[in-house]
């Protein structure tokens, strides 16, 4: 029997054999990759990392925290001998407690010459140190009432920066 489509197309059917329907499907890859799981793992790892960062800030923070409340002890006790020196009228033990930097520019005779038209200290009280870290070396300032002998009583900041380990007074001393 033969058949006559819309399109013009013969068809030859046979009773022997029946018709088949072939449906024909394209294989992509064996296993597709998930978006999901692929975004899923990218946001993982980002966080991991932001995770690790932020432990390693956080550390660094609290070891530079740490270095500094250390360092303020040290500092306030130079700064305390100074002072004390100076009040004893003791200004080579004084003139031995400045940083290289200060005794090269002033040298001894001109720091017994600055010790000798200062007014004399009657006494002191050390109310504020603060320590800070500037150009990769620890600094501090420490801030003290002083009452000279005449009895006016001002405030006085001493620089200080650590030398050979130890904290000195560098800078014009007061």
Request: glycine fraction near 8%; aromatic fraction near 8%.
């Amino acid at each position: 029997m033969l058949a006559n489509l819309a399109t013009g197309i013969r068809l030859r059917q046979s009773w022997s054999l029946p018709t088949v329907a072939a449906v024909v499907y394209e294989l992509g890859p064996p296993h597709p990759v998930r978006r999901r799981r692929r975004r899923r793992t990218a946001l993982f790892l980002v966080g991991a990392t932001l995770a690790v960062c932020a432990a390693g800030v956080a550390g660094v923070s609290v070891w530079t925290f740490q270095s500094v409340r250390a360092a303020e002890g040290p500092a306030r006790q130079a700064a305390e001998a100074f002072l004390r020196d100076l009040a004893a009228g003791d200004h080579q033990s004084a003139y031995g407690r400045l940083c290289t930097q200060t005794r090269e520019r002033m040298g001894r005779d001109g720091f017994a010459h600055w010790y000798d038209t200062q007014p004399k200290i009657d006494r002191f009280e050390i109310s504020d140190t603060t320590v800070a870290f500037r150009d990769g070396r620890l600094t501090s300032t420490v801030t003290a009432e002083v009452t000279w002998a005449s009895g006016i009583v001002a405030k006085q900041s001493l620089p200080l920066v650590t030398d050979g380990g130890d904290w000195r007074i560098c800078g014009y001393p007061m």
